[in-house]
């Protein structure tokens, strides 16, 4: 299984939750943080400035593909690292993606 | 009151010295740094407040005395941005879509500047439509719509498709202050005196404080953004600065035109020179994410809000005594 | 007052108004989300400000004329869920288990709606025993343990073991409510008068206003459980709006019986109808996880209390009404 | 040494320390998430309807333990998920599980 | 006022009430954790509202009643470390480095201490000079300059770096609470009478009650070091429990020397014998990492502090009256 | 790549970012954690009394470096626990620290 993370400006939330949805990806963990980067300070005194980070655990295959999507369809316009770390998970058949 | 005095009314008052001190502590590195559920909840009961309290107004007054400055209010927004991005686009050579970004801007309007424009009224003891804040729901839409059409034409010389549309509606007029705003009018407007009478002790009488507290926030807000300043470029800066006068001047007559008292007028005046930092950058980042947010989000957080509640309120205050020769 | 104008009365009230804004920004997706710490403080204020203002009035009136009313709300709440078990179980077949988990909502009380039904009171010029809180505050926990004892005992034929009572009795007198509501009436019985001048400017003035501001965000609490509806099938809907009915008649019996006024039989009724929706379910997930969430949350927080603030309160004033012929 | 990452319902919070506890395990970071699964929905917006993220770096076996309890104990009373990763750490004698 | 009413008028407070329901939630393991947010607004509120209060009152007092005593506090502030060092390295046995940390937070003070003793005095019926927040404002830092020194120099046997000087007085000039009340203080005087009419609505009214709620979280994050307790060993434990005794001799003769009335020179011996669990934490963990923290917070948080707040403040109350025969 | 993770004490932000800072390492995340470790309980209650966990995505060579200078001049005053976990990450070129 693979945790694919996203940190991205809070603002994103909703075409990210989206293209999630697309995907047919039910599960996600979301928190906001604040961070530094390559576009400047997000302090997390304003959610509006903030950043969010979103985790989601799906099989290697879909996790290729979202990241793709995401290379292809967000990362271009927004504020955002994406990263995949592979993990162990208990009850594996729970991270499957459904038909979208 | 002579001018100086007038300035000196804005510059001695609580929100306001509350504004400097909180922007001299992100200067000074004492990084205060309050957290965003406080942010959240302050701007929250500020909008729920002046909402509400300018509904019970608004069903006092009727309908019929507010729709023509009201319209006013709406067309004034949906023009700005057309003037702005002419000006940025060609006089200053910004790029289409930054143009169209910054002029959506300039067009829409900031609630804490209305506010503390509100407190600044009752210091110097003029009168005002209390149903004022009507103006300030109505204009904060318009010109996020017309700047991301504008926007959107020029990077893509084609118009928005339907979904594009719906989404930009659903932005605009669904986002969280012009909700929170429409909503609490409405509020205000069924609930009337008696309600107001209820929520007083809450809505009107820790007002003033509460906004001195939301101020000081805004101050380190703002002041964050201060080391931005180099990356806009001085063009920019004036633009910040120069735009403001220019649309106070028209939104006074657009207001005085259409019936408002001096007091009114004049807050007509400061809703047209208030730029939006909030609602329009989340509009932006959404629907034009081509469009530089350093440019937009400096200028209307880091020039012209300070610039207007510092000195922009007692400037506007005196445009309307020369014009009118009379205000307090 | 007309049964329609008391009805009217409470739809207009600011903070029903701002319950259904509440529940309007999530049916059109404005999505304000407050953060959590925001609903924390506004419910630790709330219940702080209704426990000691309560506790305040119990010193002065003594526990004297307060015990059998209190020995009233005790056993009401103890057993509520046992008819409702049986209803939930062999009338609309519902499992044993999830049964005993929605009759410990409706046997527990839901704060927010006691408070709700104190401002209407207010707004009918009802007078009522201002300690009334003590009934809400003893009758949170009982219908907790019974509905515990009734889902273990169904789903191991056994009763519980020393430790299991042991954490029951902890979750349940422990809670975060019972705790702060039962303590804060300590604080006021003790401190009297005095304390309450001390505290008046936070406990009292701005009491209604920020009931508003927190009947907002519980509007949008609810409706995001009404998409959870259907999942529910419409038997378990129709309870959560009947049952409410029928524990309002014999809570106003129980209260009236007991001694109170109209206006305390009528806020028993209140806490006899309210269904629990923050404490019964945080004891369901720990003492009788078997239970489905999804049945006991919607019922409660997505239909009863939404119904009960809005048209249950003025219905359980009619029926006041009717009973004694009189009231305001 | 692995990192065991618990997200479960935020009433789970006292279960789940407890049984921490109870193998003798002190240390852990713990921090509230929103988050949407199988069980649906877990907005921020009241902490009883929350989520959190836990987290417990421990060595191999002693993850591969916990795991195993949490398998059997946890996650069929709780919303929850459950993974682990391979992490390496700064002092790994700190990580070290007493007797409980 | 008899010495056990004036200890019963203080337990008898719904701050210090809610105080010990803070604690006993703790104790009973009900476990009502407030979020961190809260926290910070309910302190940033009491840090704005005493430093306003007290500039307004500065203004009017004008400095050259203020310089002396003020001078007082900053010369107490910076000695208290000294003998507090002495006796704690070679009367106690403590390492150097942990006795100069100790040192400085019993020289540094306790915000919310102060604050309660002002609602004592105002319950008690005495009259204090109105700007004594400012000698608040001066003492938290000296003692934390000299407290790092000492312990540097302990550790080291040699001076700080100029850089180490630098941070030492950032740290020590630029936390949190020294700004937030140096700045409050300075908004006030600047602001005046007519800035205070503006905000009483939320810096005063509600004052006393947002007090009450802010003891009650401070009642838990003191319990929850109680546990602690066993670990720093009863010598230090009776330091904790003594030291405030000797400090408000000294206090309140600095303050009676100094010209204070004798409501003042009672703020004085009470800002003496508080002790820091914030500022001076947070300065030690980054200026002398190598002190125990169990050690100086245990003392300063979970003895010193709930000491003052209960029985602490009627004791030196009755110290005055012994002096001077006369104090409500 | 290779993720560092450092859980610590709130108070010692500062001199963690001006240490990434003087590495030249310009982007990180931040969010507020609570936790309890051989340092006893940290509660989220207070901030000053708290935990922050700070993310850095670089690349293998700067991670090592980075955990040595931890491991040097932060373990040994602060409070915390340091680890680093492989990642795979979109656009490798954004997480190049630059010369300091
Ligand atoms: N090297 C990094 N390590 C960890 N987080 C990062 C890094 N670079 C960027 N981020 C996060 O990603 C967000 C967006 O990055 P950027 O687009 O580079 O500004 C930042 O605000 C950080 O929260
Ligand atoms: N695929 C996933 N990726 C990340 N987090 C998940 C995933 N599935 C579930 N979660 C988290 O685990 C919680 C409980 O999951 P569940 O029991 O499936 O509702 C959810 O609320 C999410 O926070
Ligand atoms: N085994 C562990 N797993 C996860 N987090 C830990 C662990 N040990 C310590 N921590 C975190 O690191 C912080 C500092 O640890 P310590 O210095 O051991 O008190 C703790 O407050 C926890 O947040
Ligand atoms: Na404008
Ligand atoms: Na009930
Ligand atoms: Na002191």
């Not at chain 1, 909703?14 to 979301?30: D, K, R, V």
């Amino acid at each position: 299984m693979t945790l694919v993370t996203v940190v991205c400006e809070a603002l994103a939330r909703q075409p990210l939750l989206e293209l999630l949805h697309a995907m047919g990806i039910q599960g996600y963990t979301l928190f906001p943080v604040e961070g530094a980067g390559a576009k400047g300070d997000r302090p997390a005194d304003i959610e509006e400035f903030g950043n969010i980070q979103v985790e989601v655990i799906l099989p290697a295959e879909a996790a290729a593909t979202l990241m793709e999507r995401l290379s292809a369809e967000f990362l271009p316009r927004f504020a955002a690292i994406v990263y995949g770390t592979e993990v162990r998970v208990l009850r594996p058949e729970k991270f499957r993606p459904r038909e979208p | 009151m002579e001018f100086w005095e007038s300035v000196r009314l804005n510059l001695g008052s609580p929100p306001i010295l509350f504004f400097a001190l909180g922007v001299l502590s992100v200067l000074m590195r004492a990084d205060l740094r309050l957290p965003e559920p406080i942010y959240v909840g302050l701007s929250t009961y500020l909008l729920m407040a002046i909402g509400f309290k300018g509904g019970v107004a608004l069903a006092e007054a009727g309908l019929a005395r507010v729709w023509l400055p009201g319209l006013g209010a709406v067309v004034l927004g949906a023009v700005i941005p057309l003037w702005c991005y002419a000006l940025l686009r060609w006089g200053l050579k910004f790029s289409a879509v930054d143009a169209a970004a910054i002029g959506a801007h300039y067009g829409s309007v900031s609630a804490v500047t209305f506010v503390t424009a509100l407190q600044y009224l009752r210091g110097l003891g003029a009168s005002y439509e209390p149903y004022a804040s009507a103006f300030l729901a109505v204009m904060e839409s318009p010109a996020i719509v017309v700047g991301v059409v504008l926007g959107r034409w020029s990077v893509r010389r084609g118009g928005l498709t339907w979904r594009e549309w719906r989404q930009l509606a659903h932005e605009a007029l669904l986002g969280r202050s012009v909700f929170l705003l429409m909503g609490s009018l409405l509020v205000g407007m069924l609930s009337g005196k008696r309600g107001l009478e209820m929520t007083e002790g809450f809505l009107v009488t820790p007002f003033q404080g509460v906004l001195a507290l939301f101020l000081f926030e805004m101050g380190m807000v703002a002041a964050r953004r201060l080391g931005d300043l180099r990356r806009v470029g001085p063009a920019l800066v004036l633009f910040a600065l120069g735009m403001p006068l220019v649309h106070a001047l028209i939104g006074f007559w657009v207001g005085y035109g259409t019936g408002l008292s001096a007091g009114g007028a004049y807050l007509m005046a400061v809703l047209a020179a208030s730029a939006s930092y909030i609602a329009a950058p989340a509009a932006m980042r959404l629907a034009l994410p081509e469009a530089n947010p350093t440019l937009y989000l400096t200028a209307s957080l880091a020039v012209t809000f300070p610039f207007n509640v510092t000195l922009g309120l007692p400037l506007y205050a005196q445009m309307v005594r020369w014009f009118l020769g009379h205000f307090p």
